[in-house]
């Protein structure tokens, strides 16, 4: 069983910054790949940034170059810089975990609000 808490949200103006950080419980952190998803009201969640074990990253289109996605396994954690943020990046942030490596998020976080003004 793996527990995600997800922390670092909250209320930014366009263009700010802010860092998400997702503590995993389990002992098993090491192994997984995790994920960054967002969900905005009324659309799909969605993948912005996802990083395996060896440390490959993989980011959504609509954030490569601003967002960077990081883990720092002695401390059970994984990281999302965010950088230049916009009106559009506004969503529920959730951290995952992928514990076969198969593509599918096994364990979900309770998710961070990320709010940008204009």
């Known amino acids: 069983q793996v527990q995600l808490v997800e922390s670092g949200g909250g209320l930014v103006q366009a263009g700010g910054s802010l860092r998400l950080s997702c503590v995993a419980s389990g002992n098993i952190f090491t192994s997984l790949v995790m994920g960054w998803y967002r969900q905005a009201p009324g659309k799909q969640r969605e993948l912005v940034a996802r990083?395996?074990?060896?440390?490959?990253?993989n980011y959504a289109d609509s954030v490569k170059g601003r967002f960077t996605i990081s883990r720092d396994n002695a401390k059970d954690t994984v990281y999302l810089q965010m950088n230049g943020l916009e009106p559009e990046d506004t969503a529920v942030y959730y951290c995952?975990?992928?514990?076969?490596?198969?593509?599918?998020?096994?364990?979900w976080g309770q998710g961070t609000q990320v709010t940008v003004s204009s």
């Open positions: 990083i395996t074990a060896g440390g490959s990253t």
């Open positions: 995952a975990a992928d514990l076969y490596q198969n593509g599918h998020y096994d364990y």
